[in-house]
T-cell receptor, first 112, second 114 residues
Framework: AQSVAQPEDQVNVAEGNPLTVKCTYS??????LFWYVQYPNRGLQFLLK??????LVKGSYGFEAEFNKSQTSFHLKKPSALVSDSALYFC??????????FGAGTRLFVKA | NAGVMQNPRHLVRRRGQEARLRCSPM?????VYWYRQLPEEGLKFMVY????????ESGMPKERFSAEFPKEGPSILRIQQVVRGDSAAYFC????????????FGPGTRLTVL
């Protein structure tokens, strides 16, 4: 069965510092991997996805993620955090079927 | 191109009443997912629909919950005889038929059961 884990409930980082939000997954076959962001009282917004190709995926708002097949990870990164990046981040995985499984979410706090 | 629309945004029901949540996908999208989000939790898959077809309803409770996506009009998630445990945010997401794999989410409906 497919699953996704976000091991950190919360990540704190100072503005201007690099940030990493971790995600590991388990899926049979080749995964489709996604990152979404949720601001308070809003729906999820798509950030980036990995389907195939380059392991480093670039997305919206300066975010990128690195697919690591051997470690079954898909960590979200940004070189320089902004206060406005503070939000709830979800990693998601989909197999070749239709169901998408979301992680529990990681709350990112960026301090000025 | 309007995004995914959900209404109402907030819905208050008393125990035992029915809740109807509507989702209009993005123009040209013919697939809809419904998810439930409890406070401080992630999204839980409920059902995946194509127009006039339920593709996967494995995440939906067997009783009181139903979903449809008619040929014309929005997708409807219906909860009969609501209980306090149904209080949550319900999100729909639409997907185009070319399966670009990116789901576009609506703003959600926050259901409160008194």
């Amino acid at each position: 069965a497919q699953s996704v884990a976000q091991p950190e409930d919360q990540v704190n980082v100072a503005e201007g510092n690099p940030l990493t939000v971790k995600c590991t997954y388990s899926v049979s076959g080749n995964p489709y991997l996604f990152w979404y962001v949720q601001y308070p009282n809003r729906g999820l917004q798509f950030l980036l996805k990995y389907i195939t190709g380059d392991n480093l995926v670039k997305g919206s708002y300066g975010f990128e993620a690195e697919f690591n097949k051997s470690q079954t990870s898909f960590h979200l990164k940004k070189p320089s955090a902004l206060v406005s990046d503070s939000a709830l981040y979800f990693c998601a995985v989909r197999d070749r079927g239709f169901k998408t499984i979301f992680g529990a979410g990681t709350r990112l706090f960026v301090k000025a | 191109n309007a995004g995914v629309m959900q209404n109402p945004r907030h819905l208050v029901r008393r125990r035992g009443q029915e809740a109807r949540l509507r989702c209009s996908p993005m123009k040209g999208h013919s697939h809809v997912y419904w998810y439930r989000q409890l406070p401080e939790e992630g999204l839980k898959f409920m059902v995946y629909l194509q127009k006039e077809n339920i593709i996967d309803e494995s995440g939906m409770p067997k009783e009181r919950f139903s979903a449809e996506f008619p040929k014309e009009g929005p997708s409807i998630l219906r909860i009969q005889q609501v209980v306090r445990g149904d209080s949550a945010a319900y999100f729909c997401a639409s997907l185009d038929s070319t399966f670009t794999d990116t789901q576009y989410f609506g703003p959600g409906t926050r259901l409160t059961v008194l």
